[in-house]
């Protein structure tokens, strides 16, 4: 078992102030079979406005508020220690929720460009490999045909637009590889989490077999470990945003995030929490009232690509 300490920052910078400010998060580490959460704290400035906590669609748990008065800067600070366990991923849930991870999504779904490179190597591949076989191998095939370069794609960049250019960073090499997987009908999922190190959040892939999720991580061309921390997952990188938000008002913006993983020594770690935020309400707004008003100017903002 590995023992981590994470700090995650979130600044985003407006140019004006902006007002009606709806968020949701999903910066922090979630609760899975394979990683014990022993403490958590989730701080956001402001802090005033009504704030809850929930859980999406695809489990993962969202901390989500809103920001009446006007403000020039948004600020989450998440601060974690956890426990994660060398091995596959249980997955207790029914065959029908996993089927969603078997179809093609508007980023994940394949041009002419993958289909070419699928055609090229599928028949390489002997029937007789499991799903988590089959991963390696398109795993492999995909670190000799992409490569690795920063600033090259954005947070709306699709799996076949990132291919067609030959380069990309850790959130298309993900959407490539389940583009593939799901060509070959395999059930396989995106995963937006962290591993060791400073920078930012990174990408990679989960693919079922025999009721459990393997890890797989394309940009490193190798399976995962108990050094990668989950945040979310979902269809694709769209499911996983792990900060976003909708306000009023025309300001541009400046986001800064900074992401730091250090291994802790035993006895470090203190016992359990759960993630929160200042000035939580009892009664937060609904996803649903999240919407621009009649006659009413808005803007959005979400995650920029991961490392």
């Not at 609760?31 to 403490?39: C, L, V």
């Not at 050094?227 to 792990?242: E, K, N």
């Not at 400046?254 to 770690?269: I, N």
Request: hydrophobic share 30%; glycine share 10%.
């Amino acid at each position: 078992m590995n023992r981590w300490k994470l700090t995650y920052e979130l600044r985003i910078f407006f140019s004006e102030p902006v007002s009606c400010h709806s968020y949701s998060l999903r910066c922090f580490p979630g609760i899975r079979k394979t990683q014990d959460i022993r403490s958590c704290i989730c701080r956001i400035t402001p802090c005033s406005g009504p704030q809850g906590r929930d859980r999406d669609s695809f489990g993962n748990s969202v901390l989500y508020g809103r920001i009446e008065e006007g403000c020039r800067e948004f600020r989450v600070r998440v601060e974690a220690k956890t426990a994660v366990r060398e091995g596959p991923e249980p997955e207790p849930s029914a065959w029908q929720k996993l089927g969603m991870y078997r179809y093609q999504t508007p980023y994940t779904r394949p041009g002419e460009t993958i289909r070419e490179f699928y055609a090229r190597h599928q028949n390489h591949l002997p029937e007789v490999f499991t799903p988590w076989e089959r991963a390696d191998v398109w795993m492999e095939a995909l670190a000799d045909q992409f490569v690795y370069q920063s600033g090259s794609t954005d947070a709306g960049t699709t799996a076949e637009q990132a291919f067609a250019q030959g380069c990309g960073v850790c959130q298309d090499y993900a959407q490539i590889l389940l583009s593939l997987l799901r060509e070959e009908g395999i059930t396989a999922r995106y995963t937006a989490g962290a591993v060791p190190g400073e920078g930012e959040t990174h990408a990679w892939v989960e693919v079922w077999q025999g009721g459990y999720w393997r890890g797989f991580d394309p940009t490193n061309n190798r399976r995962t470990d108990a050094s990668y921390l989950v945040f979310a997952v979902g269809r694709d990188a769209w499911d996983c945003g792990l900060n976003r938000g909708v306000f009023r008002g025309n300001a541009a913006q400046e986001k800064q995030v900074y992401v730091k993983m250090e291994e802790m020594e035993h006895g470090q770690d203190d016992c359990g929490g759960i993630p929160s935020g200042d000035g939580e309400a009892e009664d937060p707004e609904k996803p649903a009232d999240r919407r621009k008003r009649e006659g009413e100017e808005a803007d959005q903002y979400r995650d920029g690509s991961p490392r």
